[in-house]
């Protein structure tokens, strides 16, 4: 009787804070924020994504300069209107911009490969318990508002192309447990129900 070939063994890396973490058919990789702040989702863009904005953002001009210069009849490149060029160059950031946010925060959700934005979202989350400093930011909002502001901004970099929202809230409804980062303490003093990481 033949032997029965052996299963690979898949090596899974080693994240920060999720020891045994395993992944399933809707969270492939760990959850880090799903809610992130406006600028920490900037702040965590790879230059790969900043690599594309931009080819995307001179994409803009490029079109409409070759638009032209297949439209003449004479077959010479011809001088494009500047408002056009500016125009095209302004849609074309727009969309590169909007294309960058939604790569990094899909990392941030887990659906992308993000062992680097995981290493350093424990970095900055533990350093920041380590010197007594909320989590996510000091707000003046009450918990009702908070969760209005979760629920307005929650997953809404998937219709960016439709209506471009952006969460400029502090709140504590981020869907990781704060203990993660040592932070158990923390998360009961602010009301917040920990969350337990999907298995």
Known sequence: MADTPEK??????DYPGRPGWKPTL??????IDSDPHFFRVVRFMRPSDLLW???ITASGPAIIWHSEWMDNI????TRV????????????????????????????????????EVKKDYSEMTKRVAEGKPLYGTTDLTDYMQ???????HYAQLKLSVFPWFNFANHKYHGVDPA??????????????????QA
């Open 74 to 77: 004479s077959g010479k490149p």
């Open 53 to 55: 904005a931009t080819a």
């Open 81 to 116: 209107p500047r408002p056009a060029l500016r125009m095209a160059g302004l849609l074309g950031a727009t969309a590169g911009f909007f294309f960058a946010y939604i790569q990094t925060s899909k990392r941030f959700w887990g659906w992308q490969e993000n062992l680097r």
């Open 8 to 13: 690979p063994v898949v090596e899974r890396p």
């Open 26 to 31: 809707s969270q492939p990789y760990p959850l």
């Open 180 to 197: 993660i980062y040592g932070a158990g303490a923390q998360a009961t003093e602010d009301g917040a129900e920990p969350k337990p990481q």
């Open 147 to 153: 969760g209005v502001a979760m629920r307005n901004s």
